[in-house]
């Protein structure tokens, strides 16, 4: 099994509804991260959460909502996606100190028509 | 504010060619640097990274890179490129908070196209 999981690997939705992506890991790090990926623009930092308790918002996170559920898994929401949410999202854990090790998933691709 | 520039959007180098991709960051304090490589389809995967210590550093591919705080610089290099280098590359900054290890933040990437 990969170390950070992301589910579901490709989504398809219509504007308006909600969506949930999931990421899970094995990795046991204390902070994880949702990136957004589009092309030309590089990745931009959504939400992070140091530990179960501190989450905290990033460059682009209007239109976006995080959920910590435990230290294995942080969850990305779209509460009414739009089309130019449209874009390959990655999570990622990293260690408390020191080395900025990334471990990053898969990604998502999740495209809102 | 801390960014991170890679000028070059798009290079394409023959097989076998010196590659250089380029890499300027702004940041107050004493920088941690990165270089990540995306194949196509795929997540991102750490080449190398910079602490401190000696400038140069080497990576995972043969790929290695140069500090240069003098022009803010964190330059990738690799003597001889692969066919399978091709794949989009990015740069990123590790910015802290109080002492304390913060995000990372990346460039805006720049994509290699290999010619044989």
């Known amino acids: 099994d990969a170390d950070v999981t992301q589910t579901p690997r490709n989504r398809i939705t219509k504007t308006g509804k909600r969506i949930m992506l999931e990421c899970s890991q094995t990795k046991g790090h204390d902070r994880m991260y949702w990136y957004r990926q589009d092309p030309g623009l590089g990745l931009r930092l959504i939400y992070y959460s140091f530990d179960v308790k501190d989450i905290n918002k990033g460059e682009i996170s209007d239109g976006y909502s995080v959920s910590r559920q435990a230290q294995a898994k942080f969850s990305l929401s779209l509460e009414s996606a739009i089309p130019n949410q449209t874009a390959l999202y990655f999570c990622?854990?990293?260690?408390?100190?020191?080395?900025?090790?990334?471990?990053f998933g898969s990604g998502t691709r999740l495209t809102v028509v | 504010a801390q960014s991170v520039t890679q000028p070059d959007i798009h290079i394409t180098v023959s097989e076998g060619a010196s590659l250089e991709l380029r890499c300027n960051y702004s940041?107050?304090?004493?920088?941690?640097l990165f270089w990540y490589v995306q194949s196509p389809g795929q997540g991102l995967q750490l080449l190398l990274k910079y602490f401190s210590g000696d400038t140069l550093v080497q990576g995972i591919k043969g790929f290695e890179a140069e500090f240069k705080r003098s022009q803010s610089s964190f330059n990738l290099r690799k003597p001889s490129v692969h066919w399978s280098d091709a794949a989009e590359y990015f740069c990123?900054?590790?910015?802290?908070?109080?002492?304390?290890?913060?995000?990372?933040?990346f460039g805006k990437g720049t994509k290699l196209s290999v010619k044989p």
């Open positions: 940041y107050g304090a004493t920088p941690y």
């Open positions: 990123a900054v590790g910015v802290s908070y109080g002492g304390s290890q913060g995000n990372l933040i």
């Open positions: 990622a854990t990293s260690e408390r100190q020191g080395s900025y090790g990334y471990t």
